[in-house]
């Protein structure tokens, strides 16, 4: 079952704005979600991620310190916090889920239930 995204929007450089994806309760329950990002004419990047129990979570070294992943249980979703935004975090954002391993969690293709994504459009 895909994952949706949404929040996305325009916002001015040092803004902020939540990313939410919904997922499925045995998506979330039984997988680490993460978040990715694809700007124009490059590749989809890692963002963040967290795991499925523990509440562990991942960052990119491009985000870290500005960006928060968290999840709330009660509604099978999983946020991103995005503070402090840069026109460079421009892209459409996508949430994803998988069950591999730890050493693979910020590997794009360890990942499925690809959703629509949602754009992310910040100005300077």
């Known amino acids: 079952v895909q994952l949706q995204a949404s929040g996305g929007g325009l916002v001015q450089a040092g803004g902020f704005l939540r990313l939410s994806c919904a997922a499925s309760?045995?998506?979330?329950?039984?997988?680490?979600i993460g978040w990715f990002r694809q700007a124009p004419g490059k590749e989809r990047e890692f963002v963040a991620a967290?795991?499925?129990?523990?509440?562990?979570?991942y960052y990119a070294d491009s985000v870290k310190g500005r960006f928060t992943i968290s999840k709330d249980a009660a509604k099978n979703t999983v946020y991103l916090q995005m503070n402090s935004l840069k026109p460079d975090d421009t892209a459409v954002y996508y949430c994803?889920?998988?069950?591999?391993?730890?050493?693979?969690?910020?590997?794009?293709?360890?990942?499925?239930?690809w959703g629509q994504g949602t754009l992310v459009t910040v100005s300077s």
């Open positions: 994803a889920s998988t069950k591999g391993i730890l050493s693979t969690i910020r590997d794009v293709n360890q990942y499925g239930n």
């Open positions: 309760r045995s998506t979330f329950s039984s997988n680490a």
């Open positions: 967290i795991r499925k129990s523990g509440g562990y979570t």
